[in-house]
């Protein structure tokens, strides 16, 4: 098994739509998490930490599942701006921050 | 006003060269880092630093080479290329070794071996 595993893509859904990823990972002792965006040919730049109680920023919506060990992104009324790779990241322990695949996600007009 | 930057940019090189990434952070973080993308879009972490001293060093083939001549500063040397390791490669820091403080990346480098 994977150390992170996020939903195959891609993802093509229209504008307004609202539209869930979701992150496995194995490490149960893995102590934080964040969800990333990547652009075409850009580095990858921090979209949200994802804290235990759950937590929103916008439009933009994470949530934690400690038990399952899995985490969910969740992202409301898309944009055509929101078209990219949305990358799970889990911190294990002794800096291992470890990324997952990457999902990605096209909005389309 | 870079916070973290790595040049070159681009790389394009033959078989058999050595070449070198050079990464600086101006964010004060304690912990710098190197990963690499493949064609297929997967990040994977190579190695990390903490103030220096060398915290992770993936199974990595020993012709890459990391040095961190100071805690700003992580440059990667890569001896006899080869033509698997096109790639881009990212330098990223963070604040610290908690896991809390999320990851800052430079802009890449994208390396070609012909």
């Known amino acids: 098994r994977k150390e992170v595993e996020q939903d195959p893509g891609p993802f093509n859904v229209p504008e307004g739509a609202t539209v869930a990823f979701n992150c496995t990972y194995s490490n149960s002792a893995s102590q934080s998490f964040f969800w990333y965006r990547q652009d075409c040919r850009k580095e990858p730049k921090l979209l949200m930490s994802v804290y235990s109680s759950g937590n929103e920023d916008g439009r933009f919506t994470a949530q934690l599942n400690r038990a399952s060990q899995y985490i969910s992104l969740l992202i409301r009324d898309s944009k055509l701006s929101d078209s990219a790779t949305y990358l799970c990241v889990v911190y294990g322990n002794n800096n291992d921050m470890r990324f997952g695949a990457g999902t990605r996600l096209t909005v389309k007009p | ?114």
């Not at chain 2, 290329?81 to 403080?101: I, N």
């Open chain 2, 1 to 114: 006003d870079t916070a973290v930057s790595q040049t070159p940019k681009y790389l394009v090189t033959q078989m058999g060269n050595d070449k070198s990434i050079k990464c600086e952070q101006n964010l004060g973080h304690d912990t710098m880092y190197w990963y690499k993308q493949d064609s297929k879009k997967f990040l994977k972490i190579m190695f990390s630093y903490n103030n220096k001293e060398l915290i992770i060093n993936e199974t990595v083939p020993n012709r890459f080479s990391p040095k961190s001549p100071d805690k700003a500063h992580l440059n990667l040397h890569i001896n006899s290329l080869e033509l698997g390791d096109s790639a881009v490669y990212f330098c990223a820091s963070s604040g610290g070794l908690s896991g809390y403080s999320p990851l800052h990346f430079g802009n890449g480098t994208r390396l070609t071996v012909t």
